[in-house]
């Protein structure tokens, strides 16, 4: 004979259910939208004609990074709403420059409003700068802890930024199936022991006792259970949206 449900399991339920839906949706558009790490945020790149264009708020301030070709070279402009304006470009002088641990990468040379800022080598794949000596440039280490702040206005693009822009930046996704499993899991797990709570009890006495029944106690606690699963589950759901790759 089936159970009647109380008010509270037949709301666990139908919340169980709305969050599973919800977030497989929200899983699934967010993992369709590439974005880019940049400045502790992230950009959301898109098309303007022959340009790439990466948008985003940074440390309360809305910025743009552009990116297109000319000619040869590669031109990145950089804008903080409309009180900063930096132009780099990315030029490729002929000849090779021989890495300390191996191998050869072409010559590179990065300008920032018209001042050479970077010249050496860079490894197109990685983006990986080379000083003339062939030991790695470590500046992209320290701008990365000390660069950006709250206040741009002494902000100066870093050359490994306009490398990185000028070769196309790598990108991540918000949002992990396999977290979203496992909040599937913790919801399956929470919306049996919700709708068949005196099952549980029989399954797990059966054997110790004839005809048990739960105390009052019991199934006071079977409530808060039910309850604290579904909430395990929402928060993995969250934690799971959230989650970058």
């Known amino acids: 004979m089936s159970e009647k449900r109380t008010l509270l399991q037949k709301i666990l339920?139908?919340?169980?259910?709305?969050?599973?839906?919800?977030?497989?949706?929200?899983?699934?558009?967010?993992?369709?939208q590439p974005l880019v790490q940049w400045g502790g945020s992230l950009l959301r790149p898109?098309?303007?004609g022959n340009a790439a264009v990466y948008t985003s708020a940074v440390y309360g301030e809305d910025i743009?990074?552009?990116v297109w070709p000319d000619g040869a070279d590669t031109v990145v402009e950089f804008?903080?709403?409309?009180?900063?304006?930096?132009?780099?470009r990315?030029?490729?002088?002929?000849?090779?420059?021989?890495?300390?641990?191996?191998?050869?990468?072409?010559?590179?040379?990065?300008?920032?409003?018209?001042?050479?800022?970077?010249?050496g080598g860079c490894d197109r794949d990685s983006g990986a700068l080379y000083l003339?000596?062939?030991?790695?440039?470590?500046?992209?280490?320290?701008?990365?802890f000390t660069s950006y702040?709250?206040?741009?206005?002494?902000?100066?693009?870093?050359?490994?930024?306009?490398v990185r822009f000028a070769l196309g930046p790598d990108t991540v996704c918000r949002g992990s199936w396999t977290a979203y499993a496992l909040g599937v899991f913790f919801s399956l797990l929470a919306a049996t022991m919700v709708a068949f709570p005196r099952f549980f009890f029989r399954f797990q006495h059966a054997l110790s006792v004839r005809d048990p029944e739960p105390t009052d106690f019991y199934l006071a606690m079977q409530k808060v259970n039910w309850v604290l699963l579904t909430a395990v589950a929402l928060g993995v759901y969250i934690w799971g949206a959230t989650v970058i790759e």
């Open 64 to 66: 743009a990074i552009r």
């Open 149 to 162: 702040s709250s206040s741009w206005d002494n902000f100066a693009l870093e050359a490994s930024d306009v």
């Open 90 to 119: 990315v030029t490729w002088p002929e000849g090779t420059i021989s890495r300390e641990h191996g191998g050869d990468v072409p010559r590179i040379e990065v300008f920032l409003d018209g001042t050479s800022i970077f010249s």
């Open 13 to 32: 339920l139908g919340l169980l259910a709305a969050i599973t839906v919800l977030f497989a949706v929200l899983t699934g558009v967010n993992r369709s």
């Open 79 to 88: 804008t903080v709403g409309s009180r900063l304006r930096q132009t780099g």
């Open 132 to 144: 003339e000596d062939g030991s790695r440039e470590i500046g992209p280490l320290v701008h990365y």
């Open 46 to 48: 898109a098309e303007e």
